[in-house]
């Protein structure tokens, strides 16, 4: 139930940053990654706006500044210190807990934003010319599928079989080192007799959406793999791999590291517009 | 000019002649200024400052050299030495490698930096030997928390971690230029690990030969087959590990750096699955949750190895980064594959390889990941019989193309000041191939057929490095002083001699049964032994450990019976084994000379010291030949192997010698020879 929900949000999601993602191909990566933090930024501040309890968090929030002052004040007093640092914490217990619907509200979404930006920002595409290696996996009890599976060549002119396949039959797994032809988005095409599994492969020097893996039927590999359809459980191939480069190790939009800026500039963005929205949180 | 002409030159006619001669020399200079401030086709520097550029060759010959620019082979060469100069470089005595660059560092001899061989040691382990150009020295105190054991360099602690420190003395040339805030990079420097540090920040350089891998050995393959023994083995540069397949699967351990925070060190390893597929004849290797897939003859790319350093808790885990590359040798039948030295990850190096430190980072954020250690052509491999001579070859290419790739960045990084590169090429790749049959017809281990096809490979590389030296003569010719120089030449390596085993026959070295002065020397019957390459010492007293020949006439004596019975020794058909035999106390000035060896051996051409030599072991026949790959050397009579010097600028004095290249360095940035140096400026009379 939660995975199939899970892939019809996900297919949702993919159709939708298909179309609103797609000026990133022509935007620099850290000027598209600074606008969609400042997209971000702005739209949490609005969900806050209209999900929480504004006045209750006014209130709080004064309450604690109030307290701090106390503290300060009463610094020699050791019962008021100590009262004043209980109320502390309980107002940022009630803090908490305000925060709860609008975080309730964001998750969703969040995961949905963050899925697909990982799509765009954790790998690069491959370089024509560039090589790197393919992994089917397959289910329990597939020896046989292990043995005769192929990469259809015909069917897949975006990439060209370098060398394998090398059949791990201890792992159920098959690999190639392919080698990108053609730029633009792909299917590699794989072949078990007359059944054939696809996988999507992304090639060019422009922002794409990569997806590195084309997942299992479980709720860890979709929530991470959003892009392509998992394979069903009963499928022989449970999954297709390719080994995508990471991107050059920068402060904004390096692997990993977008993750890190995305967030920090989305936070400085909303701290710097709650006093014009008039927010509180 | 006819008079006819003249007379048709009107004063219209001369003024417009003069405003197009203007005009044509306007445009001549202003082409000119743009060819110096853009260098044709590629980046030279644009700087005013002066410029010094310095391609140190390890190994070019000028035999070789001559007779390949008298054949039109190195027309660049050519070129540089009909402008400037071209000469024989005197070398070191002996002329091995990190005396010969130690003695270019401090433009004076061996007897100012204090190294004098390959391999010392310290009189007071009796012959313990060690690397002479850099020591591990072994920490002191340490926090011992369980099976751990912490060295905290912090009050209140104060513990000393083991470190490594350079061996080399003296004042290297760098530092003052450095003191004049005259910028000098240098990559890949020999006899300069660790990297001696800036005082004043005007001096960057990489470490070269000498730089260890994460092993702490001067390079380590690896090796896993089938055909390997059972339980693995160590040899001389490398460690074989036997592979067993269970459904074309099989598990390994690549062996990284010891753990140093436990009480008893051990090796960290890395699991790496190898798995293979004969039908394709391909093969997976998984390591470290990367893989890669190769087919027999394919070098994988740079891969990185994290070698996790266990901690006590709850201290968080440390972690060293090494990178290795995988060459797939076969397949199957017989499964082979290589792996090259761990080598320490230049874009995180785990220990300073470079000075300033991040110099080293700074270069591979640009590069990505290279080799780090000193000995980059895995020569071992081939020696051990791992590499055959086409694997070697590529090996030694695959380093070659890495290097150029890095000449090119130090160019395009290069604005004024001293610029030194260094190719070791021109050493490893001559030592296995070079065999000049001029003079020996007969190679002791190839037919002369294919011993002359390799030393093609060696001839091919001269024309090469030659292209190379073009290139840089074409950005930099008219702007910088160039000077190409190499350490010194090289000989063919014939037959060997082992001087312990005509120690002992001559009754100097006891007892008769004695196999290894580090084993079974009977130190109370022996007065001489020798140790490295062409180093012979008296068991002294009052400085080895158990020294008996008394300092004085009975040494004077011991010596002066040496020398002559020593170059007396004749080969099977009377050949001279050693041309020169050197008094170090004749040969050596400065306050370094402590470890030098009494008598440095000079051996004539085709000969060497044996390999069993190097490390004090015995043979028992004293003149054997040398079966080895490595067929060619350099380590005879400085006489017999000089190196090269080429220039762009005309030499004034004649003979120069590698101690003179700092002089003449600091003179062209107009400052005068420091009192340290014994060398002198090639361009003053």
């Known amino acids: 139930m939660l995975i199939g929900m899970t892939i019809w949000l996900n297919q949702i999601a993919t159709a939708i940053a298909n179309l609103v993602l797609a000026p990133l191909a022509w935007i620099p990566g850290g000027l598209s990654l600074t606008l969609l933090a400042a997209i971000t930024g702005l739209v949490m501040l609005v969900v806050i706006k209209y999900t929480s309890h504004q006045p209750a968090l006014q209130y709080t929030r004064n309450q604690i500044k109030a307290n701090l002052l106390a503290l300060s004040l009463f610094k020699d007093h050791l019962g008021v210190g100590f009262r004043v640092q209980g109320a502390l914490l309980w107002g940022a217990v009630r803090l908490l807990g305000l925060s709860v619907v609008p975080m309730l509200v964001m998750t969703i979404p969040m995961y949905l934003l963050f899925s697909q930006l990982s799509l765009w920002f954790q790998s690069r595409p491959l370089t024509v010319g560039q090589q790197t290696i393919v992994t089917v996996q397959f289910g329990a009890g597939q020896e046989r599928s292990v043995a005769a599976i192929q990469l259809n060549a015909l069917a897949t002119p975006a990439a060209m079989v370098t060398s394998g396949p090398v059949r791990v039959t201890s792992k159920n797994k098959v690999c190639w080192t ?76 390096g692997s990993d590291w977008w993750m890190v800026y995305w967030f920090l500039a989305s936070m400085v963005i909303a701290l710097l517009a709650r006093p014009f929205l008039k927010v509180h949180f | 000019m006819t008079s006819n002409h003249r007379k048709n030159i009107t004063r219209r006619s001369l003024l417009k002649g003069s405003a197009f001669a203007a005009g044509a020399g306007t445009l001549a200079a202003g082409a000119l200024a743009a060819s110096y401030w853009i260098g044709g086709g590629n980046k030279v520097s644009r700087t005013l400052g002066k410029k010094v550029i310095v391609i140190g060759i390890d190994g070019m010959d000028p035999r070789l050299c001559r007779s390949m620019m008298e054949a039109g082979l190195l027309p660049n060469l050519a070129k540089l030495s009909s402008r400037g100069g071209f000469s024989e470089l005197a070398t070191s005595m002996p002329p091995q490698s990190p005396v010969a660059w130690a003695s270019f560092i401090n433009g004076a001899g061996p007897g100012s930096h204090g190294i004098f061989d390959f391999i010392h040691r310290h009189p007071h382990d009796q012959c313990a030997p060690f690397y002479s150009a850099a020591e591990t020295l072994p ?78 050995t001067y390079g380590t393959y690896q090796y896993f087959s089938e055909d390997s023994p059972q339980r693995g083995f160590e040899e001389g540069g490398g460690k074989r590990s036997r592979l067993r397949f269970i459904n074309n699967t099989a598990k390994a351990k690549i062996v990284g750096p010891q753990n140093s925070l436990l009480k008893s060190p051990t090796p960290i390893t890395v699991e790496l699955e190898v798995h293979r597929d004969r039908a394709s004849n391909a093969a997976l290797l998984e390591v470290g949750g990367q893989k890669i897939m190769l087919k027999p003859g394919e070098w994988s790319h740079w891969t990185r190895l994290d070698f996790p350093l266990s901690t006590p808790k709850p201290l968080p885990q440390q972690h060293a980064s090494g990178i290795c590359r995988f060459f797939l040798q076969e397949v199957a039948p017989n ?16 220990v300073p390889l470079s000075e300033p430190p991040g110099f080293i980072s700074e270069i591979s954020k640009s590069l990505g990941l290279f080799y780090t250690t000193g000995f980059q052509e895995d020569h071992k491999a081939r020696s051990n019989g791992v590499f055959n001579d086409e694997e070697f070859r590529r090996q030694a290419t695959t380093v070659l193309e890495e290097r150029l790739t890095l000449f090119e960045y130090a160019i395009e990084n290069y604005e004024d000041g001293l610029l030194f590169f260094y190719f070791s090429s021109s050493d490893l790749q001559s030592h296995l191939f070079w065999w000049n049959s001029d003079e020996n017809p007969l190679h002791p281990t190839r037919s002369t057929a294919e011993a002359a096809s390799r030393y093609q490979y060696v001839k091919e590389l001269y024309q090469r490095l030659d292209k190379i030296i073009g290139d840089i003569d074409d950005r930099y010719g008219s702007k910088a002083t160039l000077f190409i120089m190499s350490d010194h030449g090289f000989a063919n390596f014939g037959r060997q001699f082992n001087l312990n085993s005509w120690l002992r026959t001559q009754g100097y070295l006891n007892p008769k049964e004695c196999t290894s002065i580090l084993k079974n020397a009977d130190w109370s019957q022996t007065r001489a032994y020798g140790l490295g390459i062409n180093g012979l010492y008296l068991n002294l007293k009052g400085r080895e450990r158990d020294g008996i020949v008394e300092p004085g006439d009975e040494a004077e004596e011991l010596i002066q019976q040496l020398i002559t019975k020593l170059q007396g020794v004749r080969d099977l058909h009377g050949e001279q084994v050693i041309r020169n035999v050197y008094r170090s106390s004749q040969i050596y000035t400065g306050s370094a000379t402590a470890l030098a060896p009494d008598l440095i051996i000079g051996y004539s051409r085709g000969y060497r010291a044996s390999w069993e030599t190097c490390l004090g072991d015995l043979t028992p026949e004293i003149l054997l030949d040398n079966t080895s790959a490595w067929s060619a050397d350099h380590c005879s009579d400085a006489l017999e192997v000089p190196g090269v010097l080429f220039s762009n600028r005309a030499f004034r004095q004649t003979n120069p010698a590698l101690i003179d290249l700092a002089p003449s360095i600091l003179d062209e940035f107009g400052l005068p020879t420091p009192s340290t140096m014994t060398g002198r400026s090639l361009f003053q009379f």
Not at chain 1, 200 to 207: F, K, L, P, Q, R
Not at chain 2, 335 to 350: C, G, H, I, K
Request: glycine residues 8%.
């Open chain 2, 139 to 216: 920490g002191e105190g340490g926090l011992e928390l369980g099976e751990h054991r912490l060295q905290l360099d912090f009050p209140p602690f104060n513990h000393t971690p083991a470190k490594t420190v350079l061996r080399r003395q003296g004042i290297p040339f760098w530092d003052y230029l450095d003191a004049k805030k005259i910028t000098s990079t240098f990559y890949d420097i020999p006899s300069n690990y660790p990297p001696s540090p800036s005082h004043y920040g005007h001096h960057r350089c990489l470490a070269g030969m000498g730089t260890p891998d994460m092993l702490g």
């Open chain 1, 178 to 253: 392919i080698q990108a032809q053609h730029p633009g988005l792909h299917d590699l095409v794989f072949q078990v007799g007359e059944t054939h599994f696809t996988k999507e492969i992304s090639i060019g020097e422009s922002a794409m959406p990569v997806s590195i893996q084309r997942p299992p039927r479980q709720l860890t590999a979709v929530l991470v793999h959003p892009r392509e359809q998992p394979f069903a459980s009963d499928s022989p191939v449970q999954s297709i791999e390719i080994d995508y480069p990471r991107r050059p190790p920068t402060w904004v939009t």
């Open chain 2, 335 to 350: 499964f082979r594959l290589y792996v090259t030295p761990v080598n320490v990850d230049p874009s995180q190096p785990a």
